[in-house]
């Protein structure tokens, strides 16, 4: 039985979405599958469907402020989800993000790992890590930069992800792409 969220997307305070910054999408292009893209807490101009765009990659974004929740809407066509998620209701995304059933990088903070409702999906449907060495600067609705914990990529449904653990460095100079 699916887990319902215990708020929807439109009761989540503006206070806790914080925004991607492009160098912390940049180490993830080359594991993304092939495929449309959704990222599925794009309010318009996120760095992750930027980055990806730009990568030449087919992406379609959605957004409760849109009236595309993600608990209730998906794009007709869709492939695998890449998306920083509501830190709030990180555990009912990545639950819903499971049942979907197709392959997801939910950009997390690293102690999202240590749960017993998250343990319990990472045993029942596997999981990987990618694990960002230098904490992000994510950028707060305010404009200023805030890394105040470390973050990952958590990896699912991707089978050959499942126990893998790695680590980037963002901060290499080296982004993959020369896009911007």
Known sequence: MPMKPKKNLL???ESVEVFTPPEAVYPLLPFIPKGVVW???DFG???ITSVLRKAGREVVGSHI???QDFFSYQPE?????VTNPPYNIKDSWLAHSYELGKPFFLLLPVDALASLSRGKLYKKY????????????FIVPSGKANNWFSSMWLIGNLPEWNGRIDWIDINKG???LDLI
């Open 45 to 47: 101009g996120s760095a």
């Open 126 to 137: 596997g999981a990987g890590v990618l694990i960002i060495e230098n904490r992000v600067s």
């Open 39 to 41: 990222e599925s807490s």
């Open 77 to 81: 066509k869709w492939d695998v989800q």
């Open 11 to 13: 009761q989540v305070k």
């Open 174 to 176: 080296d982004k993959q």
């Open 65 to 67: 402020k849109d009236g």
